[in-house]
């Protein structure tokens, strides 16, 4: 056994999630988490009593509510948000627009917005399009890591938009520095956490966040195409609205009467039917996190990413690290460069061998803590070695 597994006292998790039997290392948890034995058990149960037992009953037996008693749980469990802040269902592009149009909209006469180039695509590509649609500046900070002193803020800044952890390099971005700077513009923030939530501890409510965003599949694991959450702060949930009024989101959605008004609270921020059974899986893996703490997961993480840059430090001589060296300063992922990778995936995942690639020459190390063992991380920087 690697002796680092051996030291490891997150190790005996691995086995309550589902393995298969031809990945040898699965360095993707950060796009798609392995699901847990647990979700097995409750998915089927879920058809077999609930769908299929309790039938259209299930709406009025907990069905319609199950998004905000998830959201307060992950609140709770990994944001650091109080209850009635948290809402699951849509995708995060979805849930994204939504609360950035409601932000624009609460900054009347101002002109900006801001984001990063290298923010994730849907991030850049819902504020192209809100610029056009409403009007406004789209103001870029140039590639490179998010600073305080980088961001273009002025009294035309109405909403900046940025990932806590970002996609590609992995650089984690200080979320109550950054707010607070937003704030003294007078402007709006709005974070996407999907390569944090889960792994990354965040305060949302203690650092003033306004409002964010964030998927389920990567540290949460709720898989393929599970629903997003959105996090609305309490007090500014009765100064936005948002702009997608769908009966859910209405004060009386039973009534069927003419004329939206929105519900109050976090449900005002719903649109649609939610997605009951992609919200299955999720809940299992956040119960484990309650378990086990953010802050021990956050620990094994660090020694995951350092294990993973010492292993490239040592092997892989001429491969670029474009990941932060310093552990404050990243997630739970690192990128490595070289222009040799991309033809080399489709070896490496034929080999059972499983990071993902980001273009043009990135290979991307997702390392879940509780699923992924210091051993895997060898083998994968060892199996991309003897290709290379
Ligand atoms: C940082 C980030 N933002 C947004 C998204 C888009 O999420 P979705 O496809 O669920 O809308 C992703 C997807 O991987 C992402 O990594």
Redesign the pocket.
Known sequence: MNPLDADDPLARFRDLFVQSPDVTAYLDGN?LGRPLKASVTRVAGFLEEQWGGRLIRGWDEGWLEQGERIGDDLGRVCLGAAPGQVSIGD??????YKLVRAAVAARPGRTELVIDRD??P??RYLLEGIAAECGLTLRWIEPGDVTIDRIPLSEATAVVVL?H?A?RSGYLADMAGITAAVHEAGALVVW?L??SAGVVPTSLDDWGVDLA???T??YLNGGP?SP?FAYVRGDLQSQLRQPIQGWLGSAAPFEMAQGYEPAQGIRGFLSGTPPVVGMLAMRDMIALLDEVGLPAVRQKSVALTSHAIDLVDELLPGVQLSTPRDAALRGSHITIDHPAFAAMMPTLWSRGVIPDFRRPTGIRLGLSPLSTSFAEVELGVRAIVELL
């Open positions: 796009s995708s995060t592009t979805v849930l994204l923010n994730f849907t991030d990932s952890v996609y996407d999907c390569h965003v964030g998927c599949y990567k195409g997003a």
